[in-house]
């Protein structure tokens, strides 16, 4: 596709849910990177994957959050058992093979846990 | 740990006028920086990036300079429009693990 694309755009769940949020890079991108963004702060790093595996996930701040990109395209990040502090807007972003290029970001999911 | 500054928090400037936006960092050590653009409710859009061997890069009524020797990198936007309101974030992209660590943005608001 043109740009990185995100779905749903926006979610509400009940705590306590799981939850799988979608990311569609663009085409040829090898580089895919999730991050969580809370109101009037910066982007905060979850994880990023080179390819089908998760070369850096040392921001997923515990194990019911985990990742996954199977053939090294569309990315899949699941919440399990969420809670009320996981709201907030995930975002995607990806880039082609290499340290020195771009990143490209979708519009987000935001997640809403009521 | 890389940390990532930006000033001021908000800025509100009459139309017309020429800005700058600072972004700091405290690990040199990196490929890349990169400003983006961020409309309320909206996901991020990329202004321009600086590889670390640049000084400076220009797009529009943009330009972006970088000192990595001393951590910092301004950007510049001239003659302020109405349409440039908006948050500005900074990001760096370091060489260990190649992850993208953002300052907490500048609200920039351009008053008609």
């Known amino acids: 596709g043109a740009g990185v694309s995100q779905t749903p755009s926006n979610k509400v769940t009940e705590k306590g849910k799981y939850v799988e949020l979608r990311c569609d890079p663009i085409?040829?991108?090898?580089?895919l990177y999730w991050y969580r963004q809370s109101l009037g702060q910066g982007p905060e790093f979850l994880i990023y994957?080179?390819?089908?595996?998760?070369?850096?996930d040392s921001g997923l701040p515990n194990d019911r959050f985990f990742a996954v990109r199977p053939e090294g395209s569309v990315s899949t990040l699941k919440i399990q058992r969420t809670e009320r502090g996981d709201s907030a807007v995930y975002l995607c972003?990806?880039?082609?093979?290499?340290?020195?290029?771009?990143?490209?970001f979708g519009q987000g999911t935001r997640l809403t846990v009521v | 740990k890389q940390e990532v500054t930006q000033i001021p928090a908000a800025l509100s400037v009459p139309e017309g006028e020429n800005l700058v936006l600072n972004c700091s960092f405290t690990?040199?050590?990196?490929?890349?920086l990169q400003w983006f653009r961020q409309d309320p409710g909206k996901g991020l859009t990329s202004l321009l990036l600086?590889?670390?061997?640049?000084r400076e890069q220009t797009s529009g009524r943009l330009n972006a300079s970088l000192d990595k020797s001393s951590g910092r990198s301004t950007l510049y936007i001239a003659a302020s429009q109405p349409g440039d309101s908006a948050t500005y974030l900074c990001?760096?992209?370091?060489?260990?693990?190649?992850?993208?660590?953002f300052g907490e943005g500048t609200q920039l608001t351009v008053n008609p």
């Open positions: 972003a990806s880039s082609l093979q290499g340290a020195w290029t771009e990143a490209f």
């Open positions: 085409s040829g991108h090898t580089a």
């Open positions: 994957f080179q390819g089908t595996g998760a070369a850096d």
């Open positions: 690990d040199s050590a990196i490929y890349n």
């Open positions: 600086i590889q670390s061997s640049q």
């Open positions: 990001a760096v992209k370091e060489t260990s693990g190649s992850r993208l660590t």
